[in-house]
């Protein structure tokens, strides 16, 4: 089961603080997608799973915007959803997860009995 989350936040015009909110939205566990819901661009419509916490979200972008209230929570109709999205031609899209590591490199020293060779 889905539900649909709409916060309304405080942008003050800056395109910068849209970007924040919206990376940290999508950094949440459970959000599956985002998009603005009014004219005004004032609320964020979040569509995510049952372990989506709405309450956390909305504290998330607290931080990041000064002003963010949660205006509703409620359930979705799957099917409708992804109609209306293809209807639009919007599709979904999936977030890999990549997890990059930091090579490592190990030289062999064979020179352990030698003295200094800079003198």
């Keep these: 089961m889905k539900q649909k989350v709409v916060i309304k936040v405080s942008f003050n015009g800056e395109k910068k603080s849209r970007t924040k909110v919206m990376q940290a939205a999508v950094g949440v566990p459970g959000v599956e997608s985002i998009a603005f819901g009014d004219e005004d661009n004032d609320q964020i419509v979040i569509i995510g ?5 709405s309450i956390n979200l909305t ?8 002003f963010a209230e949660l205006l509703s929570v409620s359930s979705v109709d799957e099917t409708k959803e992804v109609k209306k999205m293809t ?4 599709q979904p899209m999936v977030w890999p997860i990549y997890q990059a590591g930091v090579p490592q490199y190990f030289y062999p020293v064979d ?6 060779s800079i003198m």
Aim: hydrophobic share 25%; proline share 0%.
């Design 49 to 53: 799973n049952d372990g989506l916490d």
């Design 111 to 116: 020179n352990h009995n030698e003295t200094c």
């Design 87 to 90: 209807e639009l031609g919007v």
């Design 59 to 66: 504290c998330i972008l607290r931080k990041k915007a000064r």
